[in-house]
């Protein structure tokens, strides 16, 4: 079925669209989601707690980045505040309420828990933040999904070489083990690492992230390395300590755009923009094979010799590495915003520094001005490319069960959010039509529940099903148009594509 490749020009991709529109069976009005499908919504604790040095917290490298002077932030502004869920977190759960979720994603202060990094000293004010926290929302039914680790590491371990330095799989599986411990009765969904590939390559190759390192091509490989050996610790960890005794699950949440051949001579330069963005954190984890994507072994490998290095850029696996890290993930946890289009042809020399990681991949990627739909083209609307992800994810891993951890659209403030709910429709649209396909999709997290604080764009994009007036001192939550949509998604259980929110009021179904 043709319905969403869309090969060469813009004017054929278009008509290949509206044909498929009108001639898809599948394209009812009213959709069902499958049984036990869970909903939920997503944040991370830089990005909304705030209370940034109270308690007992010490610096994480966020922290430490939104104090740089200048300000490497768009509009210099900080998480030091952010939506102060630290002290609103029973308004936070309150909003779940509202919407009816099933389980809410949020991530866990490495420095508010182990204020030295370490398990020597555990912060009791800060393991009383998320018990609250984790207590209040079972009291109403709703799941804790609680990654470890999304993106604040302590700043001492950043000044040791951070996610380069190889003893972080250790302070990162000691830190794991506290948390099992200390939450592991109740908490049955962990997330080990948020996204392998904005930690390394924006972290530590492209200097967009923190810690802020441009070393591309050679920090961010370092990274990976580490990143995955800790994850796969800290998941063998729990398979053989804490799930027989809770019974929980463990799963890393990856990060992939969809990178589509711009024609049909581009189709090998597309598949390895998708092996080098994505695919180097999922093969050694999701293959059968195990170990990184051959083809990204010989890239660099190859490179790096041409360029004068004695041994490839990318640090190897040893065969006990590779088994180790083989398996070690229950779901597929993926987040997904956007797609790009990808060509390789002349004008890629010279293009990148080298070495670099975007030298390596060796090809050009871009979207087009069409898919911008609102003001902010931080998440360009493409739904065929969430289905040709799905489907390449279903076939090339043996059709693994996959989480959706992040989905969600970006725009510039204001409750009347009509894009937005233009793309939540048909972004799940497009996930049900994976399911249709025999995806083995099992649940879907809007991100996010509220504005929050977007990183290096600070507060200039927004991303909430709430808004936050972050010129109130309560930081006054109010539900935009897209959270009627979702309640009524979550309500309803199915997808009316011709839904009208009406955003009268917002209140909460007894019986959830
Ligand atoms: C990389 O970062 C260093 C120090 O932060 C800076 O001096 C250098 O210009 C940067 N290089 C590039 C190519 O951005
Ligand atoms: C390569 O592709 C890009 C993106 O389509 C285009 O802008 C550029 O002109 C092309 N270069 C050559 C030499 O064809
Ligand atoms: C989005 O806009 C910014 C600035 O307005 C620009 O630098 C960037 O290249 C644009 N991105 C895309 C994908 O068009």
């Known amino acids: 079925m043709i319905k969403y490749q869309c090969f060469g020009i813009v004017l054929l991709c278009l008509i290949v669209l509206a044909k498929s529109k009108t001639s898809n069976s599948k394209q009812q009005n009213v959709r069902s989601f499958p049984d036990g499908f869970l909903f939920g919504t997503a944040t991370a604790s830089y990005q909304v707690e705030g209370g940034w040095n109270e308690d007992g917290k010490t610096e994480n490298i966020w922290d430490h980045r939104t104090h740089l002077n200048p300000s490497p932030i768009k509009d210099q502004s900080t998480g030091d505040i952010a939506a102060d869920s630290y002290h609103l977190y029973k308004r936070d759960v309150e909003m779940m309420r509202e919407l009816g979720l099933d389980f809410y994603r949020f991530s866990l202060s490495w420095t508010r828990i182990l204020p030295t990094g370490f398990p020597d000293k555990i912060n009791e004010a800060g393991v009383e933040y998320y018990n609250n926290l984790i207590n209040e929302m079972l009291k109403y039914n709703i799941e804790p999904v609680v990654t470890l680790y999304h993106w604040d590491l302590p700043q001492k371990f950043q000044e040791l070489g951070g996610w380069t330095n190889p003893f972080i799989i250790d302070w990162?599986?000691?830190?794991?083990?506290?948390?099992?411990?200390?939450?592991?009765?109740?908490?049955?969904?962990?997330?080990?690492?948020?996204?392998?590939?904005?930690?390394?390559?924006?972290?530590?190759?492209?200097?967009?992230?923190?810690?802020?390192?441009?070393?591309?091509?050679?920090?961010?490989?370092?990274?990976?390395?580490?990143?995955?050996?800790?994850?796969?610790?800290?998941?063998?960890?729990?398979?053989?300590?804490?799930?027989?005794?809770?019974?929980?699950?463990?799963?890393?949440?990856?990060?992939?755009?969809?990178?589509?051949?711009?024609?049909?001579?581009?189709?090998?330069?597309?598949?390895?923009?998708?092996?080098?963005?994505?695919?180097?954190?999922?093969?050694?984890?999701?293959?059968?094979?195990?170990?990184?994507?051959?083809?990204?072994?010989?890239?660099?490998?190859?490179?790096?010799?041409?360029?004068?290095?004695?041994?490839?850029?990318?640090?190897?696996?040893?065969?006990?590495?590779?088994?180790?890290?083989?398996?070690?993930?229950?779901?597929?946890?993926?987040?997904?915003?956007?797609?790009?289009?990808?060509?390789?042809?002349?004008?890629?020399?010279?293009?990148?520094?080298?070495?670099?990681?975007?030298?390596?991949?060796?090809?050009?990627?871009?979207?087009?001005p069409d898919w911008k739909i609102g003001e902010s083209n931080f998440t360009m609307y493409v739904p065929w490319g969430f289905y040709n992800l799905l489907t390449q994810i279903r076939e090339d891993y043996d059709n693994p069960v996959v989480f959706i951890t992040e989905n969600g659209f970006a725009t510039r403030g204001g409750l009347d959010d009509d894009d937005r709910v233009t793309y939540y429709k048909y972004y799940l649209n497009a996930m049900l039509d994976a399911i249709d396909d025999g995806s083995n999709i099992i649940a879907y997290t809007a991100w996010s529940i509220m504005d929050n604080f977007e990183w290096s764009l600070g507060y200039t994009e927004r991303f909430g099903l709430y808004e936050v007036d972050y010129n109130s001192p309560e930081r006054t939550r109010t539900p935009r148009k897209s959270a009627f949509l979702y309640k009524e998604i979550l309500r309803t259980r199915t997808l009316d594509l011709e839904y009208e929110p009406d955003t009268n009021v917002m209140d909460i179904d007894e019986g959830h």
């Not at 990274?223 to 699950?249: F, I, V």
């Not at 001579?265 to 170990?291: C, K, T």
């Open 172 to 368: 990162y599986t000691d830190f794991a083990r506290v948390v099992f411990e200390t939450f592991g009765d109740r908490v049955k969904y962990w997330i080990t690492i948020n996204e392998p590939r904005e930690i390394c390559y924006q972290g530590y190759g492209a200097a967009s992230l923190a810690p802020g390192y441009n070393y591309s091509g050679v920090a961010d490989y370092m990274c990976a390395k580490h990143l995955l050996l800790a994850h796969a610790k800290t998941y063998h960890m729990y398979d053989q300590k804490y799930r027989p005794k809770y019974g929980g699950n463990i799963f890393i949440t990856l990060s992939a755009m969809w990178y589509e051949p711009a024609n049909e001579n581009e189709i090998e330069a597309a598949s390895d923009a998708n092996q080098f963005q994505w695919a180097l954190y999922a093969h050694p984890i999701f293959s059968r094979v195990g170990d990184y994507p051959p083809v990204i072994k010989e890239k660099i490998a190859a490179k790096s010799a041409e360029q004068g290095f004695t041994r490839s850029r990318l640090p190897e696996f040893t065969p006990e590495e590779v088994e180790y890290i083989q398996g070690t993930s229950d779901f597929f946890g993926l987040n997904h915003y956007s797609t790009y289009y990808v060509v390789r042809n002349e004008s890629v020399k010279g293009m990148y520094e080298v070495p670099s990681f975007f030298d390596d991949m060796d090809v050009i990627i871009y979207q087009l």
